[in-house]
T-cell receptor, first 114, second 111 residues
Framework: ETGVTQSPTHLIKTRGQQVTLRCSSQ?????VSWYQQALGQGPQFIFQ???????GRGNFPPRFSGLQFPNYSSELNVNALELDDSALYLC?????????????FGEGSWLTVV | DAKTTQPPSMDCAEGRAANLPCNHS???????VYWYRQIHSQGPQYIIH???NNETNEMASLIITEDRKSSTLILPHATLRDTAVYYC????????????FGQGTRLTINP
């Protein structure tokens, strides 16, 4: 039990639609990161939020966007869904954004795009 | 980001120590070594991390060589529940606390 909770756990969307995934970070953690994990692959870093500001981004197009709220919970939004967006989306939280902190993952949200 | 190299798969007998190697020869002086594992369809589980010194917790021990170019994760008494994919990661120090996952080592614990 990591204290990082994600919702929904599973969802199915149609190509072209938009999706919002949610994450509640562990209590006291002000840094949240999002990862995409395609089947058979390791997780890939999408972006990180620290105190409501995006402070790092991986190689993902602008249709992947996010928010972090004052309580440090976070949302991942994906617009214009494509079939290749089908994946497990993971949220991770840590106490601070600097190196050396323990980073805890949630159980993820499975997104299927049809 | 420093790249890591791990064997794609390993086997270990239940009750024995599992030693998982990782090569990270391009690691920078302030980059940390993290280990996670992932059981099918679940989120990655944090195991341990370290900078220079060896580390031990209730799950495992992390041995980092003096030159920091490689490390070994040790599960002292492997159980069937330790069967998973184990990822060795070097965490970047520039800006975001990004974890770059490779393909990992698929560890199978045999009865």
């Amino acid at each position: 039990e990591t204290g990082v909770t994600q919702s929904p756990t599973h969802l199915i969307k149609t190509r072209g639609q938009q999706v919002t995934l949610r994450c509640s970070s562990q209590s006291g953690h002000n840094t949240v990161s999002w990862y995409q994990q395609a089947l058979g692959q390791g997780p890939q870093f999408i972006f990180q939020y620290y105190r409501e500001e995006e402070n790092g981004r991986g190689n993902f197009p602008p249709r992947f966007s996010g928010l972090q709220f004052p309580n440090y919970s976070s949302e991942l939004n994906v617009n214009a869904l494509e079939l290749d967006d089908s994946a497990l989306y993971l949220c991770a939280s840590s106490p601070r954004g600097d190196p050396g902190n323990t980073i805890y993952f949630g159980e993820g949200s499975w997104l299927t795009v049809v | 980001d420093a790249k890591t190299t791990q064997p794609p798969s390993m086997d270990c007998a239940e009750g024995r120590a599992a030693n998982l190697p990782c090569n990270h020869s391009t690691i920078s002086g302030n980059e940390y070594v993290y280990w996670y594992r992932q059981i099918h369809s679940q989120g990655p589980q944090y195991i341990i991390h370290g900078l220079k010194n060896n580390e031990t917790n209730e799950m495992a021990s992390l041995i980092i060589t003096e030159d920091r170019k490689s490390s070994t994760l040790i599960l002292p008494h492997a159980t069937l529940r330790d069967t998973a994919v184990y990822y060795c990661i070097v965490s970047g120090i520039q800006g975001a606390q990004k974890l770059v996952f490779g393909q990992g080592t698929r560890l199978t614990i045999n009865p």
